[in-house]
């Protein structure tokens, strides 16, 4: 008999939902579409807003609540469980069901998974701004903007990241975890070759004599003093760290002075081969693994993937490590270096917008980053206590200057939001993958870059 | 006489070593294949590759079950895999016999659209298609899985440009002693076409037990993943573990091969002689 | 058609109607499925291919502006350009070998069965495996296989291979043809098992050769084999997507102008910047090309048959 009361009010309560989910879909949907009319959008949404808090309302009060999450490497993420566990603890009448999409196709996945208005996904993480761009552009996630202000929330506690994010002036995710580059190094390699470790306070220069100088290129025992992974990023977006550029610009002569120093080292035997790297698919993480890399920029994700192979035994070589900031250029504070964040959004088709919305809420927030730090992974949100908690972690460098390396003073987005992130990335990609195989001359490869961004730009 | 005998043995001489060297450029992924995953994942890419000596790493192969729910995701690429081949071969075999052997008005129309379709990439269709399963509320189920694979041109094609090989005279002879159309697909056709059966057998088979972004987008609850999703499982976002991924492609390659091993024992040349001499 | 010699007949219409309705009786099965769960979206593709969409929003027609837009970019045309030439090599070298593969392994010998299995593997091995195992091989620096034999034994210079955009494509289609040749071979096998052996004892007894009887019995009658690998390899030619993004993309996952092709273009344009119309209109040019070589050939076999 209980049973049948309670499935019943299910139903119903579901019907509501469903009912104000799709009303909102039809009402926000030409909204990402540059309309430039916030206030209309506002009026807009103000119903469905109400329509939801009674909504919530009633999740709070004890209606059993299942949110669907969408995310990748289920198993392989140390965090999610001990997320999903902190907010139930709060909140018992929520259950949270996490839907693996798979890490290398995701945004291919979840694209068309969020495609037509039939999703039943409540909350969705974005793996990168091209994706969250895409996803916005197609008007399937839900504006955040009015919650924000609705619930007072202060966004600068993420170091002015959400400025970098918003789409057309419209927020639609939260960034819960944020990882910096820094420049990992392996102190055996330093010792063996008698020279002094880097600092957190080096220019590009000093780098570049540092990677020398340990470098040996006898061949069978090469050391290299330096190592970059093939993606753009490794070496494009060093010029971005002054600060008076940005890579959504459309020019792109900044990057000539980074490029010219790794194609000098690549051709001395400093770091590796681009062509050789990129067609046989070394990992990063494995080349600095063998214990004949230097020094590695690379982002703080590596830290606890480095710390798990130490023990298992695969890094014993790279187990004496070390991190430093980022170099910077002549004349700029140290500290400013690159970000890459990971986001919840919520899609307009969601069945339960309210209570995915106290989730994100959590997540994002002080508790969550709590767990996030706990789990040795960074929040998007950053302080002192957080990065200390982190420093705290087992198999962490006990020297002082790699927990100072946690602090950053800037951090700059990989790709900031634009209209046309993917497009700009398809070019800039191509343009790198060109200068490093020396199939174009860095002059010759910039040039392509503005010529083809600036065609994207003046669509 | 002499030269003859001569003549023969060197023929065969030649015959096997290209075999040899066949057998050798074919072998080679799949040694490697084998010594990866037997390895730490930082040793396999590693220049120069090193192909024996190094201390095997079994528990490789005992990890992709424990890590990962393999067992119960070749259950179901198993479970998957017969459906849909039985289904195709029992559609296609059909369907050809028609194109091939009935004359009917728009025949020759109707099997060019056939053929044209498959010329369209599935990417292109994906999302309109994965829209409309999902409004049959076929999302994220196994029949889904079965519908996309099941009835393809592909098959079609391949039966009836075998059942051209087989002379008309045959179907016509057995229509003057008054067997009805579908009696000759069943007593005539589909056992002379053995060879044909085998062949479609081994593609579908391959083709849905290697099949990876339909499984990928339809099936987002865990139990009911398959083999290929669960392989790309070892590649998370900050770390590929080639040597499980290598140790589960070992294992998920054993069925196919043992698939294929099978019916190739029908491509022997006297089946379709036999019958069509008596 | 060919002119049916009971048409002359009484009670033609009736008769006539059953065998269509047979003939339907032995389609319908495959077709419906066929229809409803493919071809259904293959035409809303094409429909797409005048719109704008991006799968979510309405879509917004905009004519023939996504072809204008198509045959401006030189990314497009570059994929097209290497999608043809890539064909061009790869479909007669690859339906060479297969032939080739097909009758030597048709002969009676010792571990026939290992062979043929030994010759289908790299088609059904994991990608990822035979990918690495080539890039080791063809290598851009000295120490590859491959570079050591041009160097050792051809006394040339070394080719940096996938890495160079002069020899990416000889590296996909040299991949291509050693991954599916053992595809093709099987279609082969099957194909020769259809030949009756008395066409062979009735040469042999004219004293045919063995290349004799290879060019006026074996050619002819594998012609509807032949047909089918060629329509196949053509449109699966026409259709690489991940032999290139394993070989060119490497490590960084980046295709560049001189390895693009159609189906990465189309990749991209749908998923990446989720322009479904745009997309569409690529694989309809896709779809034409393809559309017009399998008329041809569909000529070639229809000659055959009425000779």
Excluded at chain 1, 207 to 217: F, G, N, V
Excluded at chain 2, 113 to 142: N, S
Excluded at chain 3, 142 to 148: E, F, R, S, V, W
Aim: with cysteine.
């Amino acid at each position: 008999m209980k049973k049948k009361v309670i499935s019943t009010l299910l139903t119903a309560a579901l019907t509501v939902i469903t009912v104000t989910a799709c009303g909102s879909t039809a009402a926000t949907a030409p909204a990402p579409a540059d309309q430039g009319a916030p206030a209309e959008e506002t009026a807009e949404e103000a119903p469905e807003a109400a329509a939801g808090d009674a909504a919530a309302d009633q999740a709070s009060s004890g209606d059993a609540v299942t949110l669907k999450w969408a995310l990748w490497d289920k198993d392989a993420t140390v965090y999610y469980q001990p997320l999903i566990d902190g907010y139930t603890a709060a909140h018992p009448n929520v259950t949270i069901e996490m839907v693996d999409l798979g890490s290398t196709d995701y945004q291919t996945v979840l694209g068309t998974q969020l495609s037509g208005s039939d999703s039943d996904f409540d909350v969705v993480t974005i793996k990168d701004v091209p994706g969250l761009v895409t996803l916005a552009n197609k008007g399937v996630l839900e504006p955040l903007d009015e919650r924000i202000a609705g619930d007072g929330i202060d966004l600068s506690v993420y170091s002015g990241i959400t400025d970098q994010i918003k789409v057309n002036d419209t927020l639609y995710e939260l960034p819960f975890r944020r990882d910096i580059w820094v420049l990992f190094y392996n102190k055996d390699v330093f010792d063996k070759a008698g020279v002094d470790y880097p600092t957190n306070d080096m220019t590009w220069d000093e780098y570049d004599k540092l990677a020398r100088k340990i470098t040996d290129t006898t061949p069978g025992s090469e050391v290299y003093g330096a190592h970059y992974h093939t993606w753009r990023s490794t070496i494009q977006l060093d010029g971005i760290l002054d600060g008076k550029h940005t890579i959504v610009d459309g020019t792109y002569d900044f990057t000539k002075p980074y490029y010219e120093m790794v194609l000098a080292q690549q051709k001395d035997g400093v770091c590796m081969d681009y062509a050789t790297l990129k067609t046989q698919g070394l990992h990063y993480s494995a080349a600095f693994y063998q214990g004949n890399v230097g020094m590695l920029n690379m982002g703080s994700w590596f830290i606890p993937t480095l710390i798990e192979k130490i023990k298992d035994g695969e890094g014993a070589a790279a187990a004496n490590w070390g991190i430093v900031k980022y170099p910077h250029a002549e004349g700029v504070e140290p500290g400013s270096t690159l970000a890459t964040i990971t986001a919840l959004a919520i899609p307009t088709s969601a069945p339960n917008k309210d209570a995915a919305w106290d989730f994100v809420k959590f997540v994002s927030g002080s508790e969550g980053a709590a767990i996030m730090a706990d789990t040795g992974n960074t929040p998007a949100m950053s302080n002192d206590a957080i990065n200390a908690k982190i420093a705290e972690m087992d198999g962490f460098p006990a020297d002082d200057s790699s927990k100072e390396a946690l602090t950053a003073t800037h951090a700059y987005l990989e790709m900031p939001a634009n209209e046309k992130s993917s497009e700009i990335e398809t070019v800039l990609n191509e343009q790198h993958d060109n200068i490093m195989n020396e199939i174009s001359t860095v002059d010759e490869g910039i040039a392509a870059m503005n010529e083809g961004v600036g065609a994207i730009l003046g669509q | 006489m002499q030269s003859k005998k001569t003549n023969r043995l060197i023929a065969h001489i030649i015959i096997y070593i290209l075999l040899f060297f066949l057998a050798v450029i074919m072998l080679v992924p799949f040694v490697w294949m084998i010594t990866a995953s037997l390895k730490l994942n930082k040793d396999i890419f590693v220049i120069p590759y090193q192909w024996l000596g190094f201390t095997p790493r079994w528990e490789n192969y005992v990890d992709i079950w424990t890590r990962i729910p393999l067992a119960k995701y070749a259950v179901n690429t198993a479970k998957l895999t017969v459906i849909v081949t039985l289904l195709q071969i029992l559609t296609s075999s059909f369907a050809a016999y028609a194109f091939a052997k009935l004359r009917f008005k728009g025949r020759n129309l109707l099997f060019l659209a056939y053929i044209a379709t498959i010329a369209v990439p599935w990417q292109v269709y994906m999302v309109p298609q994965f829209i409309f399963m999902r409004k049959l509320g076929l999302a994220d189920t196994h029949l889904a899985i079965i519908i996309l694979q099941a009835f393809s041109a592909f098959g079609v094609f391949l039966m009836r440009q075998f059942y051209e090989e087989i002379p008309d005279s045959l179907c016509e002879a057995a229509r003057i002693d008054g067997m009805s159309e579908y009696g000759i697909y069943a007593h005539i056709m589909l056992p002379l076409s053995k060879p044909a059966l085998s062949t479609l057998c081994i593609f579908t088979f391959v083709n849905t037990w290697n099949d990876f972004l339909g499984p990928l987008i339809y099936l987002t609850t865990d139990s009911k993943k398959t083999l290929q999703i669960g392989i790309k499982m070892f590649i998370s976002q900050y770390s590929a573990e080639y040597g499980l991924i290598m140790a589960a492609s070992v294992i998920s390659l054993i069925p196919v091969l043992i698939m294929f091993m099978l019916l190739q024992q029908y491509f022997v040349a006297g089946i379709t002689t036999g019958a069509v001499k008596g | 058609m060919r002119s049916n010699p009971e048409a002359a007949g009484t009670g033609f219409l009736n008769r006539q109607q059953k065998r269509t309705l047979v003939a339907y009786s032995f389609i319908a099965p495959n077709f419906i499925g066929f229809a409803v769960f493919t071809l259904g979206p293959i035409i809303l593709a094409f429909i797409m291919a005048f719109n704008e969409w991006d799968g979510s929003n309405p879509m917004k027609f905009v004519g023939i502006r996504n072809f204008i837009d198509l045959f401006t970019n030189d990314r497009f045309l570059a994929s097209l350009k290497n999608t043809v030439v890539y064909s061009l090599f790869t479909v007669p070298l690859t339906l060479v070998a297969a032939l080739a593969l097909a009758i030597l392994l048709n002969q009676k010998i010792k571990g026939r069965t290992f062979f043929r299995t030994v010759t289908f593997f790299p088609y059904v091995a994991s990608l990822v495996a035979v990918a690495a195992v080539w890039n080791m091989l063809f290598t851009p620096g000295k120490g590859g296989l491959m570079n050591q034999l041009l160097m050792n034994v051809f006394h040339a210079e070394p080719l940096k291979w996938a890495a160079s955009p002069k020899t990416v494509m000889l590296t996909i289609i040299l991949f291509s043809i050693w991954k599916t040749m053992g595809y093709y071979m099987v279609i082969y096998l099957a194909g020769l098992q259809g030949i009756s052996e008395d066409l062979y004892e009735a040469a042999a007894l004219d004293g045919a050769n063995t290349i004799q009887k290879f060019w006026y019995i074996t050619l002819p009658q594998l012609k509807p084999t032949t047909f089918f690998v060629s329509v196949m390899l053509t449109i699966n030619c026409f259709k690489i997507y991940d032999i290139v993004y394993m070989l060119a993309g490497g490590s960084n996952g980046v295709v560049n102008k001189s390895a693009m092709v159609l189906v990465y273009y189309i990749y991209e344009e749908a998923f990446r910047n989720w322009k479904l119309g745009s997309a569409s209109a690529a694989s309809l040019v896709l779809f034409v090309i393809v559309l017009i070589i399998t008329l041809i050939q569909f000529k070639f076999e229809k000659n055959y048959a009425n000779d």
